[in-house]
């Protein structure tokens, strides 16, 4: 079963827009991860944020983690036709748990130049 | 190479035959994972090593899949007697060992499963 549920499923945006993805999970959990897949290929790690922290940023991304709704966002600032792709929220399984991420079923992000 | 490979990256097959997959991870990594990906869906985590043992299974993984990693490097999973429902990305993945939780993993590009 798939812990984590991304929303919305598909998301379309002009070049420069900002794009905001969200992602809800059910268990606790050590730490969250955002993973990028383009069409066909192999997933590509974004960020991590652990279940202490409250908001990171990379570049372009920020990812905040609200543990007590057990919900994760994504935000891709000034977005690009590149960062067209599918995104995925995973999660491990907390304390004593499984050693494995769960991954949600994406959301499919297309930036129109 | 620095990066997580996975060969072959394409095979189509006939229902009931066996099939083979390999992945080569990281060098320096001590956990490797195998998921199944299928259409509009994300990864489902099918297996994990840590070094040469095999740690956990899921309950997607049949009687018919079987993953070994013999001396802690490459792993191989086999499938067998393959139905057309096991038509899917098998992706693997490699990350290093942390002391809770799961770390970032490197995934390789996949191989894509036709049976027809």
């Known amino acids: 079963s798939q812990q984590g549920e991304e929303d919305p499923q598909a998301l379309s945006i002009q070049e420069g827009e900002n794009a905001t993805m969200n992602c809800s999970y059910k268990t606790s959990i050590n730490n969250l991860q955002w993973y990028r897949q383009n069409s066909g290929r192999g997933l590509v790690h974004l960020i991590l944020i652990r279940s202490n922290e409250r908001e990171k940023h990379s570049g372009r991304l920020r990812v905040t983690l609200d543990t007590s709704k057990k919900s994760s966002s994504l935000l891709i600032t000034a977005s690009r036709a590149a960062d067209t792709a599918s995104y995925f929220c995973a999660t491990d399984a907390g304390q004593g748990g499984s050693e494995k991420l769960v991954f949600g079923k994406g959301t499919k992000l297309t930036v129109n130049p | ?116």
């Open chain 2, 1 to 116: 190479d620095t990066g997580v490979s996975q060969d072959p990256r394409h095979k189509i097959t006939k229902r009931g035959q066996n099939v083979t997959f390999r992945c080569d991870p990281i060098s320096e990594h001590n956990r490797l994972y195998w998921y199944r990906q299928t259409l509009g869906q994300g990864p489902e985590f099918l297996t994990y090593f840590q070094n040469e043992a095999q740690l956990e299974k899921s309950r997607l993984l049949s009687d018919r899949f079987s993953a070994e990693r013999p001396k802690g490097s490459f792993s191989t999973l086999e499938i067998q007697r393959t139905e057309q429902g096991d038509s899917a990305m098998y992706l693997c993945a490699s990350s290093p060992w942390v002391l809770a939780g799961v770390d970032e993993q490197f995934f390789g590009p996949g191989t894509r499963l036709t049976v027809l």
